[in-house]
């Protein structure tokens, strides 16, 4: 009925492969795209910096990590380390003169040779063994650039990033930083549903589901293990690099730590694993519903809804923001994406009932 | 070793000699000879446990045999690993399904295009320009297959979802897409009904006249293996106890046995 599919006939395999066959689809996509393109003009200075432009590279961030996570099978507990490496190799490469545009390439390039080293681990062991490999990735990195100051700029020294322009277009104003993000985040998107629907990415999922009936049509097992880790670390890279550049513009190592790679699995896990539309739900749920449970009940408290004490107007949102979570992966473990997939499925077949699967 | 070399003819596909393969204290095959020769039907059969799936297994690289040879078209391939035996044209189907669930059916059996395909992430970047001509290259042959094995119904389906006797179908079209010379199936007919088992029969013998595919057959269903297979290897305890057309094969007295116990006079 909202989605109608009838009338819909492939007679091209091109059609019939298309990312979006159904014009429902494609509509919804052209309105938030249009969305995404007037957010400048949309919205304020503040929601537009401190909303949009951070989901936004989150959303980057989680796509890089559910390509290895949900994709590929294989845990990623440091992947904070990898947008470090990204973030400090693109500082110190524009610093030194590199343009932008190379440093990036730079940036992802330092992070994906020194994660598929991690990544490496992931050819013996698996699983909890395998968090625990990268586990170490994670504290080792952080070490380093810590107690190294030629990458640091010495002990709690903070690094800003210089100015820099993106293609002859200098990245200073509020909505220069926003397109780049945005540029960015979908040319990761497209990247990963274009992974999907070609051998690259059936190679991936054939090693991740049964690695034995994988080789025995002729996938290498370890050289798609290792190219998952370093595909999906070369974007971690340049998200790192686009974190500190368009959002950041400081960096400390603080902002990479343990935290922030467990609030990314998070992420990956609450919007669906291996979900592309999942990684901007969960990038948006665990990223803006702590701001937005903040505010409301800041809002209910000043106009005396809630008569409580100050500490526990703080603390209530991070009660609340953790039943959520756990309330989600109960409610649907396959996360935001399959509650999406549901409600889309609803209004497909809508007014009759019953879909497969 | 050389007799055995000198035995098989230039028709020979796969030439087993000698195979050994110890787990541990426990030999699983006490030194196999066989050879499987251009366009046949060979049948493996035997009670649980002779050795049968171990054998396969050492055929395609998962438990190379510790002593012994493996010949595919004159060419050794013992310790190779599987998938690179796989690009030498060796094709196989596993007793318990082993399709990868979470893509659909098309993707699977596109899957078996792999060893033809230049996966990359480069090219998927830019699929538009670069990977989209391999996909549909490759897309019309596997319709081929598809056509051939009837699957068009649930082409698109999450292969999790279509019964069991489907799924060993797209296990088969899998195989076959990579255009194998030669192909092992193990018990594919394991689980069926008489019906899902003849249609089975139909498309192992339209496929091997279609592509002229060698096979080797692993199955318990005697019906099945005195239909189709033109040579049958019976196998117990890790050794080859009777060999030659399937009939005479299996009714050979070490055979019967092996399977049901020593003869009684009255019987």
Redesign the interface.
């Known amino acids: 009925m909202f989605y109608r599919l009838s009338g819909i006939k492939h007679t091209r395999?091109?059609s019939a492969?298309a990312l979006w066959p159904i014009p429902a689809d494609r509509r919804i996509l052209y309105v938030l795209g249009a969305l995404a393109l007037l957010a400048p003009v949309l919205l304020s200075d503040l929601y537009l910096t401190s909303y949009m432009l951070p989901w936004l590279i989150w959303t980057a961030a989680a796509l890089s990590l559910t390509l290895l996570m949900g994709m590929a099978g294989q845990l990623h507990f440091g992947f904070a380390a990898v947008l470090a490496i990204g973030a400090y190799t693109s500082i110190h490469l524009t610093r030194a003169g590199v343009p932008f545009e190379l440093a990036l390439l730079g940036a992802g390039l330092s992070s994906a040779v020194i994660g598929s080293a991690f990544g490496a681990a992931a050819l013996r062991v698996k699983g909890l063994y395998l968090v625990m490999a990268t586990l170490s990735m994670q504290y080792l990195v952080e070490w380093v650039i810590v107690n190294v100051p030629a990458i640091s700029g010495g002990a709690q020294a903070t690094l800003n990033t210089p100015d820099v322009r993106f293609l002859f277009v200098p990245l200073q104003s509020d909505a220069s930083l926003y397109y780049m993000a945005l540029l960015w985040t979908v040319?990761v998107t497209?990247?990963l549903l274009?992974?999907r629907?070609?051998?690259?990415?059936?190679?991936l999922?054939?090693v991740r589901?049964?690695d034995?009936?994988?080789?025995?049509?002729?996938?290498?097992?370890v050289r798609f293990k290792l190219?998952a880790f370093f595909?999906s670390s070369f974007l971690g890279g340049v998200t790192g690099a686009i974190l500190a550049f368009c959002y950041y513009q400081a960096v400390t190592p603080e902002q990479f730590g343990f935290n922030v790679s467990i609030q990314l699995v998070a992420m990956v896990l609450v919007g669906g694993l291996?979900s592309v539309i999942g990684a901007y739900l969960g990038a948006g749920f665990v990223l803006l519903l702590p701001i937005l449970l903040t505010n409301l009940l800041a809002g209910a408290a000043q106009i005396d809804w809630l008569p409580i004490s100050f500490n526990l107007i703080a603390h209530i949102p991070l009660m609340v923001y953790g039943a959520l979570i756990i309330g989600v992966i109960l409610f649907e473990p396959l996360g935001l994406a399959k509650i999406y997939d549901n409600l889309r499925k609803y209004f497909l077949v809508w007014p009759f009932r019953h879909t497969?699967? | 070793m050389t007799q055995q070399q000198a035995a098989a003819g230039p028709d020979t596909v796969l030439e087993c000699d000698g195979v050994c393969r110890w787990f541990g204290g426990l030999q699983a095959l006490k030194g196999i000879s066989l050879s499987v020769r251009q366009g046949e039907i060979l049948g493996l059969v035997g009670p649980n446990g002779s050795g049968k799936t171990t054998l396969v297994n050492a055929i395609t690289g998962f438990y190379p045999p510790q002593e012994g040879s493996i010949r595919f078209l004159g060419e050794p391939i013992q310790g190779l690993k599987p998938h690179r035996i796989a690009r030498q044209g060796i094709a196989r189907t596993f007793q318990n399904v082993a399709l990868f669930k979470g893509l659909s059916v098309l993707d699977n059996i596109l899957l078996g295009r792999h060893i033809f395909m230049r996966p990359s992430s480069l090219a998927s970047l830019f699929y538009w320009w670069w990977a989209q001509r391999e996909e549909v290259k490759h897309r019309l042959r596997v319709e081929e297959i598809i056509d051939l094995l009837q699957l068009e119904g649930v082409r698109d389906e999450p292969v999790e979802v279509i019964p069991l006797g489907l799924q060993k179908r797209v296990e088969l079209a899998r195989a076959l897409c990579a255009e194998p010379r030669f192909l092992v199936l193990d018990e594919p007919m394991a689980g069926m009904n008489q019906e899902e088992k003849e249609y089975m029969v139909r498309f192992i013998l339209d496929a091997r006249d279609a592509m002229g595919v060698t096979m080797l057959l692993i199955e318990h269903h005697m019906d099945v293996v005195t239909a189709i297979c033109n040579r049958a290897v019976v196998l117990n305890n890790g050794e080859k106890i009777a060999e030659g057309p399937t009939r005479e094969a299996i009714n050979d007295p070490a055979v019967v046995t092996a399977y049901i116990g020593k003869m009684q006079d009255a019987a």
Do not use: H, W
Not at chain 1, 197 to 203: L, P, T, V
Not at chain 1, 214 to 221: F, T
């Open positions: 395999y091109v492969r040319v497209l990247l274009n992974i629907r070609s051998s690259f990415g059936r190679a999922v054939a589901d049964k034995f009936a994988a080789a025995v049509i002729g996938v290498n097992p190219l595909v291996g497969q699967s």
